[in-house]
């Protein structure tokens, strides 16, 4: 069964500072990973996805995240936090396959402080 | 690519009530979500269709919940006899065919209120 952990529910940071969201997965294989971001009261934005190309990944706003096989983990990491950073950040698994249940973490809330 | 789209993105209701939610996915997509999402908590798949096909429903999706998409196109959740635990956002997301490394894309979700 696939399981996502999102370490730290709170992540707070000045602007400027960098950004260091955690995911780790449990899988025997490793599945497909993404990062989404959630606004209050809004769907959920792809940020961005791994599936087994290139292992750093960059996404949109200026995220990237590194799949680390060995460490079974998949951290969302920007340089320089804005202050629009601001949000809910979701780290999602699904297996392999023709089929993309996705399973979600339970989330991280970053607050970016001036 | 208007997106995805849900409605309606508020509902109050007392329990014991019915609702239904509709969502109308990205038009070519032909993969169909709905997730469920409680105050700190990720999304929690409810069920999954391709086409107008449901193809798998989680045990979260009790008895009260029924879920179709008739035409392969839009689909509806109904709730009925509402009760308190209900309140969450129900989000409901769409992909395109091919395999599980297709991203999911969000509506904004129908946030329901129980009284």
């Known amino acids: 069964a696939q399981s996502v952990t999102q370490l730290g529910s709170h992540v707070s940071v000045s602007e400027g500072a960098l950004v260091l969201l955690r995911c780790n997965y449990s899988?025997?294989?490793?599945?497909?990973l993404f990062w989404y971001v959630q606004y209050p009261n809004q769907g959920l934005q792809l940020l961005l996805k791994?599936?087994?190309?290139?292992?750093l990944v960059k996404g949109i706003n200026g995220f990237e995240a590194e799949f680390k096989k060995s460490e079974t983990s998949f951290h969302l990491t920007k340089p320089s936090a804005h202050m629009s950073d601001a949000a809910e950040y979701f780290c999602a698994v699904t297996p392999r396959g023709n089929f993309n249940k996705f399973y979600f973490g339970s989330g991280t809330k970053l607050n970016v402080k001036p | 690519d208007t997106g995805v789209s849900q409605d309606p993105r508020h509902k109050i209701t007392k329990r014991g009530q019915n609702v239904t939610f509709r969502c109308d996915p990205i038009s070519e997509h032909n993969r169909l979500y709905w997730y469920r999402q409680t105050l700190g908590q990720g999304p929690e798949f409810l069920t999954y269709?391709?086409?107008?096909?449901?193809?798998?429903k989680s045990r979260l999706l009790s008895d009260r919940f029924s879920a179709e998409r008739p035409k392969g196109s839009f689909s509806t959740l109904e709730i009925q006899r509402t009760e308190q635990g209900d309140s969450a956002m129900y989000l409901c997301?769409?992909?395109?065919?091919?395999?599980?490394?297709?991203?999911?894309?969000f509506g904004d979700g129908t946030r329901l209120s129980i009284l």
């Open positions: 791994y599936t087994s190309a290139a292992t």
């Open positions: 997301a769409s992909s395109s065919g091919g395999g599980s490394n297709q991203p999911q894309h």
């Open positions: 899988s025997s294989v490793p599945p497909y």
């Open positions: 269709f391709q086409n107008e096909a449901q193809l798998e």
